[in-house]
């Protein structure tokens, strides 16, 4: 079963307007960390934000927040007043504790294209 | 500035051809790790590291591999490459304080296989 699902494959939307990126997750570990990232057309990869699970507050980051609802598993990132620039690849990723990895699992990812 | 760095950025190679990508972070993270990224099977982790000379396997380790001498050095060795192995790598490295933490990610090398 998928660990991290990102339901939309890609989105238009129109400079300036607010973009909502999908996230839900499924662990069933009590503490755990939730990631995005953007990945632009030159492919280097870019931390947005985090959340802890035990975080009570949404995180926030600039133009970057995450509506976190840990009873629903979900992590949807919330891009206000988007611009050209954030025309990329966005994932969304969580880590789990044990396992010994401590690495993430990555969602499949949104495109996201903002139009003028 | 903290950064990770990777070298090469990016590499052309044929079957066999003993290769090394280098990963350095200036960061002192105890933790590394290294992940490769194809069309639809998303980033997946090869390699971790929890401090020096501690090292294990991720999810898809079979065909590289690593080694941890000093904190800041994570090389990703591949031995024999093979086409497969075409990808686009990324290390990373991570650091936790309280309830913050964050994965840093190299610029990636873009590897491919003949």
């Known amino acids: 079963a998928q660990k991290i699902t990102q339901t939309q494959p890609g989105m238009f939307v129109q400079e300036k307007e607010a973009v909502t990126l999908d996230c839900t997750y499924d662990t069933s570990d009590q503490s755990y960390g939730l990631f995005w990232y953007k990945q632009p057309s030159s492919g280097e990869m870019i931390f947005l934000i985090y959340q802890g699970s035990y975080d009570e507050q949404n995180a926030t980051e600039g133009r970057y927040s995450l509506n976190f609802q840990k009873a629903r598993k979900s992590a949807n990132l919330v891009i206000s007043a988007s611009q050209l620039g954030d025309s990329a690849m966005y994932f969304c990723?969580?880590?789990?504790?044990?396992?010994?990895?401590?690495?993430?699992?990555f969602g499949k990812g949104t495109h996201l294209i903002i139009q003028p | 500035e903290a950064q990770v760095t990777q070298n090469p950025r990016y590499l052309i190679t044929v079957t066999g051809k003993k290769l090394t990508v280098t990963c350095s972070q200036n960061m002192n993270h105890e933790y590394m790790s290294w992940y490769r990224q194809d069309p639809g099977l998303g980033l997946r982790q090869i390699y971790y590291s929890m401090n020096v000379e501690v090292t294990d396997k991720g999810d898809v380790p079979e065909g590289y591999k690593v080694s941890r001498k000093e904190k800041r050095n994570f090389p990703l060795i591949l031995e024999s490459p093979s086409p497969n192995q075409t990808s686009l790598y990324f290390c990373a490295s991570s650091w936790t304080s309280g309830n913050q933490e964050t994965q840093y990610f190299g610029p990636g090398t873009r590897l491919l296989v003949l």
């Open positions: 990723a969580m880590r789990e504790p044990g396992g010994g990895a401590d690495g993430l699992t």
